[in-house]
């Protein structure tokens, strides 16, 4: 992905403003399901984000898992009945919520480990000073 790596490696930019002549070729022969891929592949080779989302999720449904039980023992303490089904809902969500925990840690795992294998440098020097 060319233009991600234009971008990250830090030069300066510049806008240049030109008239585009129309196609030479005729019609684009890139169809919008190649479009949907190049975007694809552009925004999971310059961010973890995806991948650590799931994290962000698990832990939502997590936190919304133990406000279900909570409710549902403030139920049970008032004497207010209620089905034993409603136990379920809570308990699914928290399962939920843990599993999609365990696979953001993953994720973040992977993100770095991947990070590492496409070994680019931390930084990019621009200018050398004071060296021979």
């Known amino acids: 992905y060319l233009r991600g790596l234009n971008a990250w490696v830090g ?9 585009r002549n129309p196609r030479a070729a005729g019609e684009t ?8 891929k ?5 925004i ?19 936190f919304i898992a133990v406000l279900g039980f909570i409710a549902l ?4 303490i ?24 365990g696979m953001g840690l ?3 795992y992977l993100g770095r480990v991947y990070d590492e294998v496409k070994g680019r440098p931390l930084y990019i020097v621009s200018e050398k000073i004071n060296f021979e």
Do not use: H, R
């Not at 930019?13 to 008239?19: L, R, T």
């Not at 190049?38 to 552009?42: E, I, Q, T, V």
């Not at 023992?73 to 049970?76: E, N, R, S, T, W």
């Open 29 to 36: 022969k890139y169809t919008l399901k190649k479009m949907f």
């Open 73 to 76: 023992v403030a139920l049970a």
């Open 106 to 108: 993953l994720g973040i």
């Open 78 to 101: 008032a004497k207010i009945n209620f089905s034993p089904i409603y136990w379920l809902f809570p308990l699914i969500i928290l399962c939920l919520g843990l599993v999609l925990t």
């Open 11 to 19: 030069f300066k930019q510049a806008e240049v403003c030109y008239e």
């Open 44 to 62: 999971i080779s310059n961010t973890n984000f995806p991948l650590t989302a799931l994290f962000g999720f698990g832990l939502t449904f997590s």
């Open 38 to 42: 190049l975007a694809g592949d552009g």
